[in-house]
């Protein structure tokens, strides 16, 4: 099983800081998508990323997926309060399996 | 609300004993997968099924068992519980029996806690 290394694993910020969180991999992946949670919920789908370099924008929030695919990041301008939450990234397992595989996720708090 | 519905919400019982966690997929969705989240470890996937059929297994241990029922709802049975079973229990549905560009849809989650 491949993993999938998110970094940092927690952050605590200021309402209008930015901040960038990272999900790193020593393979190559297909695709890769990124939730988020919130306490006393599922993970919900943000974002799908599936070509090398490609960026993708949700409002304040920048997903980006490495040229090699091995890695993204998601950028968040101007964070507030409503970010705070568990970002997870994940993978799909492959094959004919349609599971999918989690990083341990970033614990974002953002303070008012 | 991902109209995935797991009930209860929050379950309290002791070692040794058994537990039935349910959960309804979204309408027209037939795979359900079962996810077990915990602090150390994360949301690790359990098992999936697809119209009723087993589809594939994770990291479930020989006390867990699920099912997946002709009206597609599932049922996750944990017995002989552990203080180390405690953890959020999710379901997740999707259309089409393995992911790819196809989103999967969680629960809320049942919080079950060993005492």
């Known amino acids: 099983t491949q993993l999938l290394e998110q970094s940092p694993q927690f952050l605590s910020i200021q309402e209008g800081e930015n901040l960038t969180v990272y999900c790193n991999s020593s393979?190559?992946?297909?695709?890769l998508q990124w939730y988020r949670q919130e306490p006393g919920e599922g993970p919900v789908l943000l974002v799908t990323?599936?070509?090398?370099?490609e960026v993708k924008k949700l409002k304040r929030l920048t997903f980006q997926f490495g040229d090699a695919r091995k890695d993204s990041s998601l950028h968040i301008t101007a964070a507030q309060p409503g970010d705070t939450g568990l970002y997870l990234c994940?993978?799909?397992?492959?094959?004919?399996?349609?599971?999918?595989?989690f990083g341990k996720g970033t614990k974002l708090s953002v303070k008012p | 609300d991902s109209g995935v519905t797991q009930t209860p919400k929050h379950l309290i019982t002791a070692t040794g004993q058994r537990v039935t966690l349910r959960c309804s997929p979204r309408?027209?969705?037939?795979?359900v997968y079962w996810y077990q989240q915990s602090l150390d470890q994360g949301l690790q996937f359990l098992i999936q099924?697809?119209?009723?059929?087993?589809?594939a297994k994770g990291n479930i241990l020989e006390r867990f068992s699920a099912q997946q029922f002709p009206d597609l709802h599932s049922e996750l049975n944990l017995s002989s519980l552990e203080l180390g079973d405690s953890a959020l229990y999710f379901c997740a549905s999707s259309r089409r029996p393995h992911t790819g560009s196809d989103t999967q849809y969680f629960g809320p989650g049942t919080r079950l806690t060993v005492l």
């Open positions: 990323v599936v070509t090398g370099g």
């Open positions: 309408s027209g969705d037939l795979s």
């Open positions: 994940a993978r799909n397992y492959g094959g004919s399996q349609g599971n999918l595989i």
């Open positions: 393979s190559v992946f297909s695709s």
């Open positions: 099924y697809y119209n009723g059929e087993e589809r």
